[in-house]
């Protein structure tokens, strides 16, 4: 066995000496995700579930190669149903942030990557206390994150792509919640949390992005 892994490793840097993403490229491009989540019934609540749906569009500059430096947007919409038919509750929010990101050639045109970023949001929600009174909230926050995908370079231009998205995050949040029933009143908290969505059921996002410019021969 090991004869036929030393004859194969010659061949396999041959491979990946040839896939690499050169200095001074652009990729114009982002992602999109989808993640749901059921909660169980217990003899003290009912079944409800959790969706999240989100869009990040972006843009990157490889500053060495297989390094990618990139700025992206980043919108959200999330419902939950546990307060049953009709009382909904939403949330929206959006923001941006920076990243780098770090491509190692796997085999030809196959990348896997790992990326690492801090982002900044703001959003809004509607909730439902105690099941009948509308409750308001406003949020701004900032995240930390690391994840790893897997990419494919087809025809040297477009860039196609798979991913845990937050495997690892950690966020700052401060929150401002308004009773419309007595506006005057208002209740402001802040959490650091540590979380990962590798508890979720769909954590896995997919992207795309095209590349500008053209490989060094």
Same mark, same amino acid.
């Given at each position: 066995?090991? &004869?036929?892994?030393?004859?194969?490793?010659?061949?396999?840097?041959?491979?990946?000496?040839?896939?690499?993403?050169?200095?001074?490229?652009?990729?114009?491009?982002?992602?999109?995700?989808?993640?749901?989540?059921?909660?169980?019934?217990?003899?003290?609540?009912?079944?409800?579930?959790?969706?999240?749906?989100?869009?990040?569009?972006?843009?990157?500059?490889?500053?060495?190669?297989?390094?990618?430096?990139?700025?992206?947007?980043?919108?959200?919409?999330?419902?939950?149903?546990?307060?049953?038919?009709?009382?909904?509750?939403?949330?929206?929010?959006?923001?941006?942030?920076?990243?780098?990101?770090?491509?190692?050639?796997?085999?030809?045109?196959?990348?896997?990557?790992?990326?690492?970023?801090?982002?900044?949001?703001?959003? &809004?929600?509607?909730?439902?206390?105690?099941?009948?009174?509308?409750?308001?909230?406003?949020?701004?926050?900032?995240?930390?994150?690391?994840?790893?995908?897997?990419?494919?370079?087809?025809?040297?231009?477009?860039?196609?792509?798979?991913?845990?998205?937050?495997?690892?995050?950690?966020?700052?949040?401060?929150?401002?919640?308004?009773?419309?029933?007595?506006?005057?009143?208002?209740?402001?908290?802040?959490?650091?949390?540590?979380?990962?969505?590798?508890?979720?059921?769909?954590?896995?996002?997919?992207?795309?992005?095209?590349?500008?410019? &053209?490989?060094?021969?």
């Amino acid at each position: 066995m090991k &004869k036929i892994v030393l004859a194969c490793l010659p061949v396999l840097s041959a491979t990946l000496s040839h896939a690499q993403l050169d200095k001074g490229r652009v990729g114009i491009g982002g992602t999109f995700g989808v993640s749901t989540n059921k909660v169980e019934a217990t003899p003290f609540s009912p079944a409800y579930s959790t969706t999240q749906t989100y869009v990040s569009p972006s843009v990157s500059l490889f500053v060495r190669n297989n390094v990618a430096l990139g700025l992206h947007g980043y919108y959200s919409n999330g419902t939950d149903n546990n307060n049953g038919p009709g009382f909904e509750n939403t949330n929206r929010s959006y923001g941006g942030g920076i990243s780098l990101r770090k491509f190692w050639p796997i085999a030809n045109n196959f990348f896997v990557f790992g990326q690492t970023g801090i982002n900044v949001q703001a959003g &809004k929600g509607t909730y439902w206390q105690n099941g009948m009174q509308e409750v308001r909230n406003r949020a701004f926050g900032a995240n930390a994150y690391l994840y790893p995908g897997i990419s494919y370079l087809f025809r040297d231009r477009f860039q196609l792509e798979a991913s845990l998205t937050n495997l690892l995050n950690i966020s700052y949040t401060q929150n401002t919640t308004n009773n419309p029933s007595n506006p005057n009143v208002q209740q402001k908290s802040s959490a650091l949390n540590l979380s990962t969505s590798a508890a979720t059921q769909n954590p896995l996002s997919v992207g795309f992005s095209v590349l500008l410019g &053209k490989r060094r021969s």
